[in-house]
Nanobody, 127 residues
Framework: QVQLVESGGGLVQAGGSLRLSCAASGRTFSTYNMGWFRQAPGKEREFVAALAWSAGITYCADSVKDRFIISRENAKNTVSLQMNSLKPEDTAVYYC????????????????????WGQGTQVTVSS
């Protein structure tokens, strides 16, 4: 079992930065593939970024590539999402997710791949 708790959301002006953190419980956290998804009002949940633990590969959605960076600190059982050059269209609830299933890190994963989810943290970007 893995429990995930996100933090770091908030209100920021366009062009600003935020860093989301996801604290995970569980002794085997370092072997889990991790992901960030987001859901804007009236829209479906969409993939943002993922990290494949075995290959050490990260994959970001085209909409956030070159602006967002996913990283992990196994010693602290955390995964982070550094968000730079934020845009109003980045406004959404951001969810951290984890899975022990295989993921190569070379394609955008479906949310169906992930077994564990956090409660979400709100990110609002004002224009």
């Amino acid at each position: 079992q893995v429990q995930l708790v996100e933090s770091g959301g908030g209100l920021v002006q366009a062009g600003g930065s935020l860093r989301l953190s996801c604290a995970a419980s569980g002794r085997t956290f370092s072997t889990y593939n991790m992901g960030w998804f987001r859901q804007a009002p009236g829209k479906e949940r969409e993939f943002v970024a993922a990290l494949a633990w075995s290959a050490g590969i990260t994959y970001c959605a085209d909409s956030v590539k070159d602006r967002f960076i996913i990283s992990r600190e196994n010693a602290k059982n955390t995964v982070s999402l550094q968000m730079n050059s934020l845009k109003p269209e980045d406004t959404a609830v951001y969810y951290c997710a984890a899975t022990s299933r295989y993921y190569s890190g070379r394609y955008p994963p479906s949310d169906a791949l992930f077994d564990y989810w956090g409660q979400g943290t709100q990110v609002t970007v004002s224009s």
